[in-house]
């Protein structure tokens, strides 16, 4: 079975500093990983995926993320955090078998100005 | 291009009533799933549709249950709604399983 791990329920961060949200995962075959961020009230809105080839994704908004198999992990990073990128953060995980997104219980980012 | 749309946006139900919520997935999309986002809870994978069938479903008890109709919109119904399925319900929408999914805007559903 696939599973992705968020270990901090919350990261705090100040303004101009940057970032990390942690993601670790299990599959059983290659993974096809992705990031994803929600606003309150609202659906996921898709920021970068990795599915093969360069280790280090670039995605929306300035956010970029770092495939590392041996750890299986797949951490979120922005070099400058901005106040609006305070939100809920998800990453996900699917192999070709499954084809099903399994997500993390999310990440919720605050940056203080 | 139209995103995914759902509705309606906010449903209040009584105990024990059924509900129906909808999907139109994006034009040319034809998966379409479907999340429950409870509270302290994640996102949860209850059902997936692809091509009019239900591929795959998540650990939900029967009372869940939805369909895909030939255009590939989709509806989730659940009967005898208890407290606890008071929730965000997202459906998304895939044309490629490496592409991801596009989300829609959820429908808020309250238990009473």
């Known amino acids: 079975a696939q599973s992705v791990a968020q270990p901090e329920d919350q990261v705090n961060v100040a303004e101009g500093n940057p970032l990390t949200v942690k993601c670790t995962y299990s599959v059983s075959g290659n993974p096809y990983l992705f990031w994803y961020v929600q606003y309150p009230n609202r659906g996921l809105q898709f920021l970068l995926k990795y599915i093969t080839g360069d280790n280090l994704v670039k995605g929306s908004y300035g956010f970029e993320a770092e495939f590392n198999k041996s750890q299986t992990s797949f951490h979120l990073k922005k070099p400058s955090a901005l106040v609006s990128d305070s939100a809920l953060y998800f990453c996900?995980?699917?192999?070709?078998?499954?084809?099903?997104?399994?997500f993390g219980k999310g990440t919720m980012l605050l940056v203080s100005p | 291009e139209a995103g995914v749309t759902q509705s309606p946006t906010h449903l209040i139900k009584t105990r024990g009533q059924q509900a129906t919520l909808r999907c139109s997935p994006i034009?040319?999309?034809?998966?379409v799933y479907w999340y429950q986002q409870a509270l302290g809870l994640g996102l949860q994978f209850l059902l997936w549709y692809d091509e009019g069938e239900e591929r795959n479903r998540g650990n939900f008890p029967p009372r869940f249950s939805g369909r895909q109709f030939p255009n590939y919109s989709s509806e989730l119904n659940v009967n005898a709604l208890e407290l606890e399925d008071s929730a965000l319900y997202l459906c998304?929408?895939?044309?490629?399983?490496?592409?991801?999914?596009?989300f829609g805007s959820g429908t808020r559903l309250t238990v009473v």
């Open positions: 998304a929408s895939s044309q490629d399983r490496s592409l991801g999914y596009t």
């Open positions: 034009s040319g999309h034809t998966s």
């Open positions: 996900a995980v699917r192999d070709g078998r499954y084809s099903t997104l399994t």
